[in-house]
């Protein structure tokens, strides 16, 4: 990606009308990263409930922050902060949801970014939470290069089929 597009890309907190938005951008990095690694029957019935617009704007609506980056008005990836569903979960603690970036974004910088603006979204907190595909290297990377370090793991359900996950944890600072 040029450094000419980045400069172009805005992330901004997203609002229950870009539902929409979010759900495209699920849709696509959920398919483009687990196709073929997970049946399509299970990943059509995740992405059909977990990332429906209604569905979304029931978080937001819920309480729930979201991050949108849009290059050009199109949206290309986003964060996702909501209370914690996780069983290693305290007091204090929230959840990263998701971050999802289209991938020709990968090593932009723009992850880095998202998860910034969450960090932001969770001051006040003890620490952020998040669950990852066990397998999933490169995400399992990137969030240990910014201070997640394992506490866990979980079985978490696409579609009707369990997967295992890691459970990953940064400490805040509660200032």
């Avoid at 699920?26 to 997970?38: P, Q, R, V």
């Avoid at 914690?84 to 929230?94: F, H, K, Q, S, T």
């Avoid at 949801?97 to 974004?105: D, E, G, Q, T, V």
């Avoid at 998202?114 to 907190?125: E, F, P, S, V």
Wanted: aromatic content about 6%.
């Amino acid at each position: 990606m040029s450094d000419a597009a980045l400069e172009r890309v805005i992330v901004r907190e997203a609002v229950g009308e870009d539902a929409g938005r979010l759900a495209l951008v699920s849709d696509a990095t959920f398919l483009e990263t687990f196709a073929g690694m997970i049946s399509g029957d299970a990943l059509v019935t995740h992405c059909q409930k977990r990332h429906a617009p209604a569905y979304l704007s029931g978080l937001l609506k819920g309480g729930a922050r979201a991050w949108l980056a849009e290059l050009d008005g199109a949206p290309i990836g986003y964060a996702l902060l909501t209370a914690p569903e996780l069983d290693a979960a305290r007091e204090g603690d929230v959840e990263l949801k998701k971050i999802y970036l289209l991938s020709r974004f990968h090593g932009s910088g723009l992850a880095a970014r998202l998860l910034d603006a969450a960090l932001a979204g969770a001051a006040g907190h003890a620490r952020l939470l998040l669950g990852v595909k066990d397998d999933n290297h490169r995400a399992i990377g990137f969030y240990t290069k910014q201070g997640f370090r394992q506490i866990g793991t979980r079985r978490f359900d696409v579609g009707g089929t369990l997967y295992d996950d890691v459970v990953l944890a940064r400490d805040l600072d509660r200032t």
